[in-house]
């Protein structure tokens, strides 16, 4: 145990973090994910939900200040009713913890997946609520 570490946050995770540079992405992904089918580093956080492990990540991990968008929500359907309230959970830890809160923008599905190909890691966790994907881009701390 380290002090100021949150407990939720396990060691390959922390690796993760710490090896991860500026402009690199991390995927939080909900349980519904193909998690195994993009990301090298895959993190199991099974029986968390994002909100709890972006609190988490956000105390350590800045988000990029150097562009515009430096969260990804995966957009709902074009048909799809469903309207994603865990957003509003995203970007209340973001006001704690960024200036400027999350500065998100979402997209298709489909390109959401290619650009979770291409993140330095997938954490995969037990979120249940549907629509509920993020990545988030690395800054710099200042």
Same mark, same amino acid.
């Given at each position: 145990m380290l002090k100021g570490i949150p407990s939720i946050l396990p060691p390959e995770?922390?690796?993760i973090l710490m090896e991860m540079g500026h402009g690199d992405e991390i #995927? *939080?992904? $909900?349980?519904?994910?193909?998690?195994?089918?993009h990301a090298?580093?895959?993190?199991r956080c099974d029986g968390h939900g994002i909100p709890e492990l972006?609190?988490?990540i956000l105390k350590l991990m800045p988000l990029d200040p150097y562009v515009e968008h430096p969260?990804?929500?995966?957009? #709902? *359907?074009? $048909?799809?009713?469903y309207k994603p309230v865990i957003w509003d959970t995203y970007r209340e830890i973001g006001r704690k913890y960024e200036e400027q809160g999350l500065r998100e923008i979402c997209i298709d599905?489909?390109?959401?997946?290619d650009r979770a190909k291409k993140a330095y890691a997938v954490v995969a966790t037990g979120e249940t609520a549907l629509y509920a994907n993020v990545i988030l881009k690395k800054g710099v701390i200042k």
């Open positions: 995770l922390l690796k #995927v *939080l992904a $909900d349980g519904n994910f193909p998690k195994f089918a090298e580093n895959v993190i972006m609190e988490a969260t990804v929500f995966m957009a #709902v *359907l074009p $048909d799809d009713p599905k489909f390109e959401f997946y």
